[in-house]
């Protein structure tokens, strides 16, 4: 049972638009998250993470958003860039160990 | 350059061999993990470490062995290949449970 979900497999945006890319999870346990970028043929790498005592973590043009109550979190891309297609994970830490959403795949339109 | 490195790249097996696939990582991190990614399911934690000679099962840890006799090496062993482990094997390491992991490239490993 997947603990962590990406309900959008994929995401179609134009270049200079808002990406927002949604995650909900299921373990109250669940104390940091973190959002990875993979291309192809490449392992994911790290983006951004948030702390389940905080709302909203910013770095450059990625915003991450935290909502505890709804179990829910959210990376906001801004402005979207063709560099910017790639699938993208989100991923809960719990203890030692990261439980993966099945990722979006996210294409920006010049 | 620093970073976590995987081999193979690729291999091919024959249903009940074994092999090991290698990880080696060069920033001396404590936490290491391994993953498997398959299509439609995200990645999937194997085994971890949280340093050497500690390690504790995953999510998905049937089929595999694994050991961590120093801090740079986390080798994991398939004893009996089977076709259900074909998948993309992803190693990784963090020097915090809470910092992001840096991953390996891969290995692509196909179970005939």
């Known amino acids: 049972d997947q603990q962590v979900k990406q309900n959008s497999p994929s995401l179609s945006v134009q270049e200079g638009r808002i990406s927002i890319l949604n995650c909900d999870y299921t373990?109250?346990?669940?104390?940091?998250f973190l959002w990875y970028k993979k291309y192809p043929a490449e392992g994911p790498t790290f983006l951004i993470s948030i702390s389940s005592i905080k709302d909203k973590n910013e770095d450059g043009r990625f915003t991450v958003f935290l909502n505890k109550s709804a179990k829910h979190l959210s990376l906001h891309i801004v402005p979207s860039q063709p560099g910017d297609s790639a699938v993208y994970f989100c991923a809960a830490v719990d203890d030692y160990k990261l439980s993966f959403g099945a990722g979006t795949t996210v294409t920006v339109r010049a | 350059n620093a970073g976590v490195t995987q081999t193979p790249k690729f291999q091919v097996l024959k249903t009940g061999q074994s092999m090991t696939l290698q990880c080696a990582q060069d920033?001396?991190?404590?936490?290491m993990s391994w993953y498997r990614q398959d299509p439609g399911m995200g990645l999937r934690l194997i085994h971890y470490?949280?340093?050497?000679?500690?390690?504790d099962q995953g999510e998905v840890p049937n089929g595999y062995n694994v050991s961590r006799s120093t801090t740079e090496d986390f080798p994991l062993r398939l004893l009996s290949a089977a076709p259900s482990q074909t998948s993309v094997y992803f190693c990784?390491?963090?020097?915090?449970?809470?910092?992001?992991?840096?991953f390996g490239s891969g290995t692509r490993l196909t179970v005939v």
């Open positions: 990784a390491s963090s020097y915090s449970r809470l910092q992001g992991y840096t």
């Open positions: 470490s949280v340093g050497a000679g500690i390690t």
């Open positions: 373990n109250s346990m669940f104390d940091y």
């Open positions: 920033m001396n991190h404590e936490y």
